[in-house]
T-cell receptor, first 115, second 115 residues
Framework: KAGVTQTPRYLIKTRGQQVTLSCSPI?????VSWYQQTPGQGLQFLFE???????NKGNFPGRFSGRQFSNSRSEMNVSTLELGDSALYLC??????????????FGSGTRLTVV | KQEVTQIPAALSVPEGENLVLNCSFT??????LQWFRQDPGKGLTSLLL?????REQTSGRLNASLDKSSGRSTLYIAASQPGDSATYLC??????????????FGQGTTLQVKP
C-alpha cells in the first residue's frame, strides 16, 4: 500500500514569505502529525490532527498552523518565514489519536530552506 | 516532562559486529516506544514498536527491549552490515489529555559500519 506522501520534497523561500506543505496519509489513517527536524533541536512536535480537528499542539509560535481535510490529507502553513524555520518538516500518520497503539509511519519530508 | 536521551551520539564498528544502541527516558509512564532509522536527508523508517506491556520485539537481525522501571530501551543489531549505516532514533509516546499524545525523540545515534 502507498505510504505517507509529502509534497513538495524541496522548497526555497525568502524571509517574510509564507509556505504551505502538504501531507497525504496512508489510506485509512485518520491521524496526521507534523514534526520539525533541525540539527540543533532535533525532532520536535508541531501539531496533530484527527478527523479535521487539531487534537494536540506543540510549543511553536502562531506563525505555524495547519489543517486537515475530510479525506485526511493535511496541510501545514508557515507565515512570515524566518531563517530559523529552515528545517526538514516530517509528517506522520497513524490509525487513531491513540497513535501509540499502532505506531507512526513517517513520510520522506519536505526540506524547507529560507534565504 | 518526558525527556529521551540516546547514548552514544555516534558509533563506528567493523562489519559483522553485534552492537547495542541505548535509549533512556525520564517518565516511566510511557504508552510505548518506537525505534526509527533515518538515512541522510530522508524521512524516518519505523523499525520496531514496543508497547508498554511488552518487554521486547524482534524483526530479523533487530531486537528491541523495554524496561519501564529503569527507563531504558535498547536496540540490538546482530551481525552488522554496511547497509545498516544510518542514524537510529528512539521515540517515546507520551499521552496527554483526551487520549492525545506525541512522540518525544532522542537526539539519535549515528552508526557507521565499515566493510
Amino acid at each position: 500500500k502507498a505510504g505517507v506522501t509529502q509534497t513538495p520534497r524541496y522548497l526555497i523561500k525568502t524571509r517574510g514569505q509564507q509556505v504551505t506543505l502538504s501531507c497525504s496519509p496512508i489510506s485509512g489513517h485518520r491521524s496526521v502529525s507534523w514534526y520539525q527536524q533541525t540539527p540543533g533541536q532535533g525532532l520536535q512536535f508541531l501539531f496533530e490532527y484527527f478527523s479535521e480537528t487539531q487534537r494536540n499542539k506543540g510549543n511553536f509560535p502562531g506563525r505555524f498552523s495547519g489543517r486537515q481535510f475530510s479525506n485526511s490529507r493535511s496541510e501545514m502553513n508557515v507565515s512570515t518565514l524566518e531563517l530559523g524555520d529552515s528545517a526538514l518538516y516530517l509528517c506522520a500518520s497513524s490509525l487513531s489519536t491513540k497513535g501509540g497503539s499502532y505506531g507512526y509511519t513517517f513520510g520522506s519530508g519536505t526540506r524547507l530552506t529560507v534565504v | 516532562k518526558q525527556e529521551v536521551t540516546q547514548i552514544p551520539a555516534a558509533l563506528s564498528v567493523p562489519e559483522g559486529e553485534n552492537l547495542v544502541l541505548n535509549c533512556s527516558f525520564t517518565d516511566s509512564a510511557i504508552y510505548n516506544l518506537q525505534w526509527f532509522r533515518q538515512d541522510p536527508g530522508k524521512g524516518l523508517t519505523s523499525l520496531l514498536l514496543i508497547q508498554s506491556s511488552q518487554r521486547e520485539q524482534t524483526s530479523g537481525r533487530l531486537n528491541a527491549s523495554l524496561d519501564k522501571s529503569s527507563g531504558r530501551s535498547t536496540l540490538y543489531i546482530a551481525a552488522s552490515q554496511p547497509g545498516d549505516s544510518a542514524t537510529y532514533l528512539c521515540a517515546a509516546f507520551s499521552r496527554g489529555s483526551g487520549n492525545t499524545g506525541k512522540l518525544i525523540f532522542g537526539q539519535g545515534t549515528t552508526l557507521q559500519v565499515k566493510p
